[in-house]
C-alpha cells in the first residue's frame, strides 16, 4: 500500500513538471519564432553580421537562441555566417566554419577551461563554436551589427538607437567565473 501510495504522488509530481516544462518549451518557442520573423527582414548581405536579440528576459531562451532560429529558418544557408546572441552568448553559435576565426575578437572572448581555451568543434561544414561576451565591450557598431529588442511580443529593429548611443547595450557573461574573460 504504501509503495502504491509513493508511486501515485511520485507520478503527479511527474505530470506536473512534465507540464511545466511544456509550458516554458512552448514560451520559448514563440520567443524563437518572433525572433526568426524579426531576422527574416533583416539585410544580412553586407558586413560581419552579428545580430543582438535584446531584452527576452528567458535566460533559457538566452542559452540556445543562436541553434534554435538557425534551425527553424526557411533558409538556414543566409543565417550560417551569422552569430546570433542576446546580451550573453548562448552555450554555442553553429556556423559556417570560414567564421570561426571571428569569434577570436571583440566583443567576443573565448571560453576558459583552465589554462586553455575551448576549441571549436567542426560538424563537416559548420563548426560549434564556444565563445562569452566580454563585459564592459562596446556593442558593434559597424556594417552587418544588427539589434533586435522584444517589444510588446515582436523583436524590432532598435539598431539606429544603439549605433547612435541613444540605446545601451551590456554584455555579461553568464558562465562561471572561472569561464569568463
Not at 533559457?60 to 555566417?81: C, G, H, N, S, T
Not at 557598431?141 to 540605446?167: C, M, Q, T
Request: some cysteine.
Amino acid at each position: 500500500v504504501a509503495s502504491v501510495c509513493l508511486g501515485a504522488g511520485l507520478f503527479s509530481v511527474s505530470q506536473h513538471l512534465a507540464r511545466s516544462q511544456r509550458a516554458v518549451s512552448r514560451g520559448q518557442m514563440a520567443l524563437v519564432e518572433a525572433a526568426s520573423t524579426a531576422i527574416g527582414q533583416l539585410d544580412l548581405d553586407a558586413g560581419d553580421c552579428q545580430i543582438f536579440v535584446l531584452d527576452s528576459g528567458d535566460l533559457m531562451f538566452r542559452f540556445f537562441l543562436d541553434p534554435a532560429i538557425k534551425a527553424i529558418a526557411p533558409d538556414p544557408q543566409r543565417l550560417a555566417r551569422c552569430y546570433i546572441q542576446s546580451e550573453s552568448a548562448p552555450w554555442f553559435h553553429l556556423v559556417d566554419t570560414a567564421r570561426v576565426e571571428r569569434s577570436a575578437t571583440p566583443p567576443f572572448s573565448p571560453v576558459r577551461a583552465g589554462a586553455a581555451h575551448l576549441r571549436s568543434i567542426p560538424l563537416g561544414r559548420a563548426a560549434l563554436v564556444f565563445v562569452n561576451l566580454v563585459p564592459g565591450a562596446a556593442p558593434p557598431r559597424g556594417v552587418g551589427s544588427h539589434y533586435l529588442a522584444l517589444r510588446n511580443g515582436r523583436f524590432e529593429d532598435v539598431g539606429d538607437e544603439v549605433r547612435s548611443g541613444a540605446r545601451a547595450v551590456q554584455f555579461e557573461c553568464f558562465r562561471a567565473p572561472a569561464q569568463c574573460p
